[in-house]
């Protein structure tokens, strides 16, 4: 993701406030970002079960093994972000609030929301 577009996609998630991957690998959780390490956000926008692969903005992330990724719950109700395979599920995330996980195996991660299995994501780890 260049610089430009974080930091378009940051400064737009400041003004607003998650559903899975799949791999041989498991990448392991984190619970919130590292303190200035690389790191990319989805917004889940209000309606977002009725959005498909629009739920997430953006729809799929590429990042690098290491970064961390973070869902942000702007809709009125609660999402997930839970991957296809064995890589992780945040539970439901309510409105308003957040999940992150770092990556730490490159590959592709399919995800959806469990809530509203038609929300739908990937995350290209390299």
């Known amino acids: 993701m260049s610089s430009f577009r974080l930091v378009v996609v940051s400064a737009f998630l400041l003004?607003?406030?998650a559903c899975g991957g799949s791999s041989s690998t498991a990448p392991?959780?984190?619970?919130?970002?590292?303190p200035g390490g690389p790191s990319s956000s989805f917004l889940i926008p209000a309606g977002a079960s009725t959005l498909?692969?629009?739920?997430?903005?953006?729809?799929?992330?590429n990042?690098?093994?290491?970064?961390?990724?973070?869902w942000m719950n702007n809709d009125s109700t609660g999402h997930t972000?839970?991957?296809?395979?064995?890589?992780?599920?945040?539970?439901?995330?309510?409105?308003?609030?957040r999940?992150?996980?770092t990556f730490q195996t490159?590959?592709?991660?399919?995800?959806?929301?469990?809530?509203?299995?038609?929300?739908?994501?990937?995350v290209v780890v390299h």
Not at 28 to 34: E, N, V, W
Not at 63 to 70: A, F, M, N, R
Not at 81 to 97: E, R
Request: aromatic share 10%; glycine share 14%; proline share 9%.
């Open 28 to 34: 392991s959780p984190s619970p919130t970002p590292a």
């Open 106 to 122: 490159a590959g592709t991660f399919s995800y959806h929301c469990t809530i509203h299995p038609g929300m739908v994501g990937t």
């Open 15 to 17: 003004f607003a406030i």
């Open 52 to 61: 498909g692969n629009r739920a997430y903005a953006p729809d799929d992330v």
């Open 99 to 101: 999940f992150s996980f």
């Open 63 to 70: 990042i690098s093994v290491g970064d961390t990724v973070t």
């Open 81 to 97: 972000s839970t991957s296809d395979g064995n890589g992780w599920n945040s539970g439901v995330v309510a409105p308003g609030a």
